[in-house]
């Protein structure tokens, strides 16, 4: 092959995130632009579709004209635009969609569409340049928490995924019904070091039919009573020890699950993704149950955890490189599922 620089400017909008980047040859990220909705949607204690929608609509042109000028680029100089067509918002996907097939029409330029999750997966290419297939990796978000075997470059076998609320969600439930607000797991994370996480024993959710499988509704549940128990019984609750013993019955079943797989399916590498992976005491955990296994651990840094860019122009890149290609017909799919194409 011709020694030449694979530039790939990558669009992100699945979410409440306006993201863009470029990355060249889908390990060295130039730029990684993202204006966050975060402080708009707290107002409303979560995210709110509709306004997520037109706050992208606002900021897209802004964050890719930033994310060329901060990499010293021009949209001639790039090779593809990657952009994330699935799974989210269906509202806030489109524009992002929209956007990318204009810009890919408008230079005559490869169009890519991504998979949000095979993206937050790719983030970890970004810090770890050794790190290649096969591994196991871990995505744990707002919108999933699946167990996935990365057998090589866009291929994925999903082995075990939630079977009602994703780990973030979790997290941002018991943070509102704790009086923490929104986006609940960084504050839970928070005053969770202040607490005990063996003060209140909440379950841990084991499922038969689905080794890998999780729930996370039940413990959620489980939050909910034991604070309207309290409640009821006129005692004040800890907000420290009820976070801290959510968030360790959240890590022990990601734990036990994760290890059971590596075992299983003998995996000799271990990564972690999405913004639920930026938890430092879920990181620790793993860190200490793959050095009991002799594993490999890898983890991207917390602004790759959550939603970006850069980590949809990795996944863009290897696409491409692939050859994968989409037409101007691309449309949005609000539930994508991965591996699918
Ligand atoms: O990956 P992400 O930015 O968006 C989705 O694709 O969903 O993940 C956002 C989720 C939210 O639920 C947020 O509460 C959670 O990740 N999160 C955390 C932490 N930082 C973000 N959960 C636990 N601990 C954290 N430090
Ligand atoms: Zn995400």
């Given at each position: 092959?011709?020694?030449?620089?694979?530039?790939?400017?990558?669009?992100?909008?699945?979410?409440?995130?306006?993201?863009?980047?470029?990355?060249?040859?889908?390990?060295?990220?130039?730029?990684?632009?993202?204006?966050?909705?975060?402080?708009?949607?707290?107002?409303?204690?979560?995210?709110?579709?509709?306004?997520a929608?037109?706050?992208?609509?606002?900021?897209?042109?802004?964050?890719?004209?930033?994310?060329?000028?901060?990499?010293?680029?021009?949209?001639?100089?790039?090779?593809?635009?990657?952009?994330?067509?699935?799974?989210?918002?269906?509202?806030?996907?489109?524009?992002?969609?929209?956007?990318?097939?204009?810009?890919?029409y408008?230079?005559?330029?490869?169009?890519?569409?991504?998979?949000?999750?095979?993206?937050?997966?790719?983030?970890?290419?970004?810090?770890?340049?050794?790190?290649?297939?096969?591994?196991?990796?871990?995505?744990?978000?707002g919108?999933?928490?699946?167990?996935?075997?990365?057998?090589?470059?866009?291929?994925?076998?999903?082995?075990?995924?939630?079977?009602?609320?994703?780990?973030?969600?979790a997290?941002?439930?018991?943070?509102?019904?704790?009086?923490?607000?929104?986006?609940?797991?960084?504050?839970?994370?928070?005053?969770?070091?202040?607490?005990?996480?063996?003060?209140?024993?909440f379950?841990?959710?084991?499922?038969?039919?689905?080794?890998?499988?999780?729930?996370?509704?039940?413990?959620?549940?489980?939050?909910?009573?034991?604070?309207?128990?309290?409640?009821?019984?006129?005692?004040?609750?800890?907000?420290?020890?009820?976070?801290?013993?959510?968030?360790?019955?959240?890590?022990?079943?990601?734990?036990?699950?994760?290890?059971?797989?590596?075992?299983?399916?003998?995996?000799?590498?271990f990564?972690?993704?999405?913004?639920?992976?930026?938890?430092?005491?879920?990181?620790?955990?793993?860190?200490?149950?793959?050095?009991?296994?002799?594993?490999?651990?890898?983890?991207?840094?917390?602004?790759?955890?959550?939603?970006?860019?850069?980590?949809?122009?990795?996944?863009?890149?290897?696409?491409?490189?692939?050859?994968?290609?989409?037409?101007?017909?691309?449309?949005?799919?609000?539930n994508?599922?991965?591996?699918?194409?």
């Open positions: 092959m011709e020694n030449k620089e694979v530039k790939v400017l990558a669009i992100e909008s699945s979410c409440d995130e306006t993201a863009a980047a470029v990355v060249v040859n889908g390990r060295d990220v130039r730029s990684n632009v993202i204006s966050s909705q975060i402080d708009l949607h707290t107002l409303y204690g979560g995210v709110v579709p509709e306004i929608s037109r706050k992208h609509i606002e900021k897209i042109n802004q964050v890719i004209e930033q994310a060329l000028q901060e990499a010293d680029y021009t949209l001639d100089d790039m090779d593809a635009i990657a952009v994330t067509y699935g799974p989210g918002l269906v509202g806030a996907l489109l524009v992002g969609v929209a956007e990318a097939k204009a810009v890919a408008a230079k005559k330029k490869p169009l890519v569409g991504v998979h949000h999750i095979e993206g937050h997966i790719c983030a970890n290419y970004i810090e770890n340049k050794e790190l290649e297939p096969p591994f196991l990796c871990l995505v744990v978000s919108g999933h928490t699946h167990l996935v075997r990365v057998c090589d470059y866009g291929k994925y076998e999903i082995l075990g995924k939630t079977r009602d609320d994703a780990a973030g969600e997290f941002d439930k018991v943070a509102r019904a704790i009086g923490l607000g929104y986006p609940g797991g960084p504050k839970i994370e928070k005053v969770a070091h202040e607490g005990n996480p063996h003060a209140v024993e379950p841990r959710a084991k499922i038969d039919d689905g080794p890998y499988d999780f729930s996370f509704s039940g413990l959620k549940s489980a939050v909910l009573n034991y604070i309207n128990g309290c409640n009821m019984k006129g005692i004040d609750i800890v907000q420290a020890d009820v976070a801290a013993s959510f968030q360790k019955a959240v890590i022990d079943v990601l734990v036990a699950n994760a290890m059971r797989a590596i075992d299983e399916f003998g995996m000799e590498k990564a972690i993704a999405g913004g639920v992976a930026s938890n430092r005491t879920l990181r620790e955990a793993l860190k200490e149950a793959c050095e009991k296994k002799g594993v490999e651990f890898y983890y991207p840094s917390p602004v790759y955890c959550t939603d970006n860019a850069a980590m949809i122009g990795v996944a863009g890149y290897y696409d491409y490189i692939a050859g994968k290609r989409d037409g101007l017909d691309l449309n949005a799919i609000p994508l599922r991965l591996g699918e194409r």
